[in-house]
């Protein structure tokens, strides 16, 4: 027998209410549209995508692309961002955890992306559950269980990966939609915290143990 339970997300460490004003200054974005990517910059990440979309809006001086993490990909990634004269694209460094909230919380909506290989198709990011709980839309450009989620939720927009024209236009429509914008991250906020609340799957687990020792 196969019990499953999801991993859920710590929906008070994340939430809508933490201020990432302090991000923003910090960058230089206290007036710009911020699209965050938050995590490992690798070969399976397709960072090479957002790097073409933001070729697209490098004309668009609201938007800002901005790259927290790091990874074996990031000193091609910003030679490659160099040699594109990307000016509306930051590679932001490392963060401890703790200031990830913050960090999450500065955006206006977040990217999730991996390559197109089956294997992702079956997977949930973390990073996805982070940005619902702190009740940002998602950009997704990965195909399978996690645009279900996505899309289940309404709290965001799924882009075929490796689709880096798609992208350009979903971000600048979506830059000028801020109604919009504000509506996905609430729907992924309450659908994070009804189905996904990880003090909810703490407890669902607990009982599975339970219940085994007392078989």
């Known amino acids: 027998k196969i019990t499953y339970i999801a991993y859920g997300t710590d929906v008070e460490m994340f939430n809508p209410h933490v201020d990432g004003s302090s991000i923003r200054t910090e960058l230089g974005l206290q007036d710009k549209f911020v699209v965050l990517y938050a995590g490992a910059l690798g070969q399976a990440n397709d960072i090479d995508t ?47 955890k703790k200031d990830m909230p913050r960090v999450v919380a500065s955006a206006d909506v977040c990217l999730a992306i991996l390559q197109d290989i089956p294997m992702f198709r079956t997977t949930y990011p973390n990073k996805v559950f982070d940005y619902m709980a702190a009740g940002r839309a998602t950009v997704l450009v990965i195909d399978g269980i996690t645009r279900e989620l996505i899309e289940s939720s309404g709290g965001g927009v799924y882009v075929h990966p490796g689709d880096d024209e798609l992208l350009a236009n979903t971000i600048l429509d979506l830059s000028r939609d801020p109604k919009r914008v504000q509506q996905m991250g609430q729907n992924a906020r309450e659908y994070l915290v009804k189905h996904l609340d990880r003090r909810d799957k703490l407890n669902g687990t607990l009982e599975l143990l339970r219940s085994l020792v007392n078989e």
């Not at 490098?58 to 961002?81: C, H, M, W, Y």
């Open 50 to 96: 957002i790097l073409r979309a933001a070729q697209r809006l490098n004309t668009e001086d609201k938007i800002r692309f901005v790259l927290f993490g790091d990874g074996k990909e990031r000193p091609r990634l910003q030679s490659e961002a160099e040699r594109m004269k990307l000016s509306n694209v930051i590679f932001a460094g490392v963060r401890p």
